[in-house]
């Protein structure tokens, strides 16, 4: 069982920036994928990024592209994503996700708000 615990959420004017953390337990951490999601009101759970165990890959929605970086550190179990000129439009509860191999995402963290004024 793997538990994940996102923070960092919380409410800026647009064109600020927030940093998420999502802090996980299991001795397996570094050989997940990890990911971030998120999902608006009346919307369905949209993909944001992601980055592989190595930490050499990341993919990015074309949404966040260029905005948005994720990173993690296996040595504190620990991913991050930090968001730049955010927009209203990336308001949302935002989730950390873990997979292996193969296998869609399987571990989930309770969700963090963001919320992005105009």
């Known amino acids: 069982q793997v538990q994940l615990v996102e923070s960092g959420g919380g409410l800026v004017q647009a064109g600020g920036s927030l940093r998420l953390s999502c802090a996980a337990s299991?001795?397996?951490?570094?050989?997940?994928?990890l990911g971030w999601f998120r999902q608006a009101p009346g919307k369905e759970r949209e993909f944001v990024a992601a980055i592989t165990w190595s930490g050499s890959t990341t993919y990015y929605a074309d949404s966040v592209k260029g905005r948005f970086s994720i990173s993690r550190d296996n040595a504190k179990k620990t991913v991050y994503l930090q968001m730049n000129s955010l927009k209203p439009e990336d308001t949302a509860v935002y989730y950390c996700?873990?997979?292996?191999?193969?296998?869609?995402?399987?571990?989930w963290g309770q969700g963090t708000q963001v919320t992005v004024s105009s």
């Open positions: 996700a873990a997979r292996s191999s193969g296998e869609d995402y399987r571990y």
């Open positions: 299991g001795r397996t951490f570094s050989t997940y994928t």
